[in-house]
């Protein structure tokens, strides 16, 4: 892809929510198109913000404007009152571990991500993270709308204002620390059509079914990377689009558990980059994370499993395939 | 008792027993306010900042179906549901500040039972009240005779001395029948007289030509802490009741250097206007006088200042909104007003403040609403404006 078509996709698949205000018009496309709209928060452990982000969503994007079809609350096995708290402002709420259990459970918000493809009925599933305290109707519809209003696009990621520093007009726009030091420089080295993704890494973003269903889940933190490898490897850039949220208020996370993040999107990327031939023999990979602290001026090196694990496409199921199968007959 | 007295307490008796019906329908559309209530209570809205919140009160006025909400020249949002006969009109406002600056991290916590965070009490719940009950009147199937006017009035606190509340009602152009006044906190409150209140600010500075070496030379904060003793010793009257309060105090930043500036933040409240001139008097010849026996420069600025006013406590909407309390379990607290009230009954119009709910920790960040009470606290609001717009608080 030359300059001039990244700059070209950038602009016509680059949006910002405030092009979709008209909700009522999102409503009334999305019903034309006979599209029906699901909306997966996966859960563990976040009473404290998920109150307001059902509140919110299911008012204004529910009973409000009827924009989204089906509201489901997808939980690890939370210890505090995350269920109840959703279920009490009129979220359907789900333990990952009794969706498909002949499957068997793992932990992991991958896993709750891929689950909700079986256990949620719509065309599109919209996922947004629990942890978001400025939760707004654009987090949704803003994903949405390009999917209901652009047959050709299949997934849409979100990316926010992420002022890093700046003193004049021009303001660098990128994402988190782990998106400007790993990912972008893997994307820039072995896929730079997918640098055009702004955020890579955040974690709301909207889907087609038919695509969702069709490729495998890590279910830790590689599963938005893999999204992106996998869907590109099969359809391009083409089938992708982003959506200026503006801002996200989020848990600033601790460097130490950047680096385990990193470590596990590590596995993810160069198990792509084997399988699709861009790199050839490659010893076993290493699945555990190293790293050190010091206590009373000694250094003790710490040692975690990382493990990225993967689930198969949803469609290769069969539990799946026949729950389908009676929901369209 | 005449047959007219005889049919407005058989009509007051019919709304009184609808109550029971309102409280249960409201849970169902607990969403529609709390929405509009955690919307805007993130936005910081400070006493003359209050636009972005104002902004969000009239794309939200607009969506629950009024037709041309405005926002006037004194920076309030307002609207109107159009009532059956349109004659006159009957207000129901709710302050859109906060005591909170713009630097406060505004974000709600909404819990299973409870909202928490800053502002949500006062006075965000009232102003979502509000702005939403154009959609709880259609929920519960109500519509009214009278116009409502819907305000979210803004420079209600502090310094800005009502002057939202005060602009729009010298400048109102329908006639108004009667007022409520909506606040978060508490609920019980019963408000139909405002108290006349001072509010003012004495300044300490240090000259520049400041004696340090003479006998009693001191910093800021010795100084005033020598001016409040003065001022504490001035006697308050038991009758008519009075009352004092030292609301703010800033001096200084360091440990170890004496501040040359301090500033003393207080309010006189008094059931007798002629107690609040004479204690104003009183006030400007201490600082005056602290000011020549201490070589400082001392001076008194009246922020605000408003005269008593109100309608009796056996006025018709009184025991209406006493009845109505009753009926809905809530225990009436009379509490004279020192907010939007004063402006309202000033005017000449009716009217009184309610509470829709209980709250803790009043004004501090953590500031929470209980849920639960929210249901009968909108419940004696709506069925008191249709007992107005039945003409069944007039005297």
């Known amino acids: 892809m030359s300059d001039e078509e990244k700059n070209s996709w950038l602009e016509k698949n680059t949006f910002h929510h405030g092009e979709f205000w008209d909700i009522l018009k999102l409503v009334e496309e999305k019903e034309k198109k ?54 009490n402002y009129g979220a359907d709420t789900y333990l990952a571990s009794d969706i498909l259990p002949e499957v068997g459970d793992k932990r992991g918000k991958g896993e709750n991500l891929w689950k909700a493809i079986h256990q949620l009925k719509g065309d599109i599933i919209c996922y947004v993270d629990a942890d978001i305290t400025n939760i707004h109707p654009r987090f949704v519809y803003g994903l949405v709308a390009p999917l209901i209003k652009r047959d050709e696009v299949q997934y849409v990621k979100a990316f926010y204002d992420r002022p890093l520093n700046y003193s004049s007009g021009l303001r660098p726009s990128g994402g988190g620390r782990v998106t400007e030091i790993l990912t972008r420089p893997l994307f820039s080295l072995f896929y730079p059509e997918l640098t055009n993704v702004i955020q890579p890494l955040s974690g709301e973003y909207a889907a087609r079914r038919e695509v969702l269903e069709i490729i495998p889940f890590p279910i830790g933190y590689g599963v938005e990377t893999s999204h992106l490898l996998d869907l590109y490897h099969k359809f ?24 385990k993040m990193s470590f596990g999107i590590l596995q993810t990327f160069i198990n792509r980059l084997h399988a699709q031939g861009k790199i050839n023999q490659i010893p076993d990979m290493e699945t555990f994370y190293r790293r050190f602290e010091v206590e009373d001026g000694a250094y003790r090196q710490i040692v975690q499993e990382v493990v990225e694990e993967e689930r198969p496409p949803m469609i290769e199921i069969e539990g799946y395939r026949t729950h389908r199968a009676s929901l369209s007959s | 008792m005449t047959i007219a007295t005889q049919t407005k307490d058989s ?170 006044c909506v606040e978060g906190a508490t609920q019980g409150r019963l408000s139909y007289s405002g108290l006349g209140a001072l509010r003012g600010e004495i300044t300490l500075n240090i000259p520049k030509d400041y004696d340090w070496s003479s006998f009693g030379a001191a910093g ?59 204690l104003e008097n009183r006030l400007n010849e201490i600082c005056e006088q602290f000011s020549l026996e201490t070589g400082t420069e001392v001076k008194m600025e009246t922020v605000a200042k408003r005269q008593n006013c109100g309608i009796p406590f056996s006025h ?80």
């Not at chain 2, 902004?55 to 020249?73: A, H, Q, S, W, Y």
């Open chain 2, 220 to 278: 800021a904060i010795s100084h005033i802490n020598r001016l409040i003793n003065q001022l504490m010793e001035i006697p308050l009257p038991k009758e008519p009741k009075s009352k004092m309060t030292f609301g703010g105090l800033t001096a200084g930043s360091s440990f170890n250097t004496s501040p040359k500036t301090g500033r003393l933040r207080f309010e006189i409240t008094s059931e007798g206007d002629e107690v609040i001139d004479d």
């Open chain 1, 34 to 87: 006979g599209l029906t709209i699901s909306l997966c928060i996966p859960t563990l452990n976040e009473e404290k913000t998920i109150g307001k982000e059902v509140l919110i969503l299911r008012s204004e994007l529910m009973e409000r404007y009827p924009l989204v079809d089906e509201f489901a609350v997808i939980d690890s096995g939370s210890q505090d009152k995350t269920l109840e708290v959703a279920g």
């Open chain 2, 316 to 395: 018709p909407l009184v025991k209406a909104t006493r009845l109505i309390m009753d009926k809905a379990g809530i225990t009436p607290k009379v509490d004279p007003s020192t907010g939007d009230l004063n402006a309202l009954i000033r005017a000449g119009h009716p009217g009184v403040t309610l509470g829709l709910t209980t709250v803790e920790n009043l004004r501090e960040e953590n500031e929470t609403i209980q849920l639960e009470p929210l249901f009968a606290g909108l419940a004696q609001l709506i069925t008191l404006l249709q007992a107005i717009d039945g003409g069944l608080c007039e005297e």
């Open chain 2, 11 to 180: 009509a007051l008796e019919t709304l009184l027993d609808d109550i029971p019906r309102q409280i249960e329908s409201l849970r169902l559309a607990r969403e529609t306010f709390l929405t509009d209530a955690v919307l805007l209570g993130e936005i910081p809205s400070p006493t003359f900042g209050e636009g972005d919140r104002i902004r969000l009160v009239v794309d939200r006025f607009r969506e629950n179906g009024l037709e041309e909400p405005t926002i006037d020249e004194f920076g309030n949002a307002n609207g109107i549901i159009p009532g059956s006969s349109g004659e006159s009109a009957i207000l129901v406002a709710a302050h859109a500040d906060s005591v909170f600056s713009a630097e406060t991290r505004h974000v709600l916590e909404v819990g299973s039972d409870h909202i928490t965070g800053p502002g949500i009490a006062d006075n965000s719940i009232g102003l979502a009240a509000v702005v939403a009950l154009p959609k709880l009147l259609d929920h519960l199937n109500i519509r009214f005779k009278n116009d409502l006017i819907l305000l979210a009035n803004v420079k209600s606190l502090g310094r800005a001395n009502l002057e939202g509340a005060r602009g729009f009602l010298d400048t109102v152009r329908r006639p108004i029948h009667a007022g409520v």
């Open chain 1, 236 to 259: 391009g850039i083409e089938a992708f689009a982003q959506t200026d949220l503006d801002r996200r208020v989020h848990r600033n996370q601790t460097t130490t558990a950047l680096g």
